[in-house]
């Protein structure tokens, strides 16, 4: 079974509890506002569905549309699809939990961070808990911190991260500590994160969260 293949596994692992509890959800629970800044609960997971179903000539046409904006196009693309009525967006989840597609460019391992990340946006606010296994969390926390894409690199580069709750650390120079989910959150560009984070590292990550 090849690294990909494993991956893979996580992933719809990760799709199928966040189902079970978008099943439990009563109908003001969608409305609520998610850690991310722009979308409701309904419009997390109406995200979590088009990125799996997205194509290249979708994305273009709506990306041309919105002004050349790409994160335009995707954040209107996610509301209107969080639009749908609770039932069928429930439903439009479901159907994706199971798939391997995504954007080229992307991965397996994008899938992953995607849905880890995405998971805790609709949780969190909720104050429904879920633990995602060490050794999942462990593999999005190092590609987090490595990605360009993310803003992990900015903020933790010449400091030691450690997790107080996993087997994670990287790097040297000041301490910053906390829950592996702090620094999932505070690496994917979530404010909540960085509450969670401590050590005498914070006040320079705290300087470079406000100049991002």
Do not use: Y
């Amino acid at each position: 079974m090849s690294a990909a293949t494993d991956v893979w596994i996580d992933v719809h692992d990760e799709r199928e509890s966040l189902l079970a509890m978008l099943e439990t959800l009563a109908p003001p629970e969608w409305n609520t506002q998610s850690l991310c800044a722009e979308w409701r609960i309904r419009d997390v997971v109406g995200h979590l569905v088009s990125e799996t179903i997205m194509t290249i000539p979708k994305l273009v046409r709506g990306t041309v549309k919105s002004g050349l904006q790409i994160n335009k196009f995707i954040a209107s693309d996610a509301c209107r699809k969080g639009n749908l009525p609770d039932e069928e967006l429930v439903d439009a989840f479901r159907t994706v939990v199971p798939s391997r597609t995504h954007l080229p460019g992307l991965s397996s391992m994008s899938m992953l961070e995607g849905i880890v990340i995405h998971s805790l946006d609709i949780r969190k606010p909720l104050h429904r808990v879920h633990a995602v296994p060490e050794g999942r969390m462990v593999l999005v926390a190092s590609d987090l911190l490595s990605s360009r894409f993310f803003v992990g690199h900015k903020l933790f580069s010449d400091l030691r991260v450690t997790a107080t709750d996993a087997e994670w650390s990287c790097g040297h120079g000041d301490e910053v500590n906390g829950p592996i989910e702090g620094f999932v959150l505070a690496m994917s560009g979530r404010a909540a994160g960085l509450d969670q984070l401590q050590g005498e590292g914070m006040v320079a990550v705290q300087q470079r969260a406000e100049n991002l």
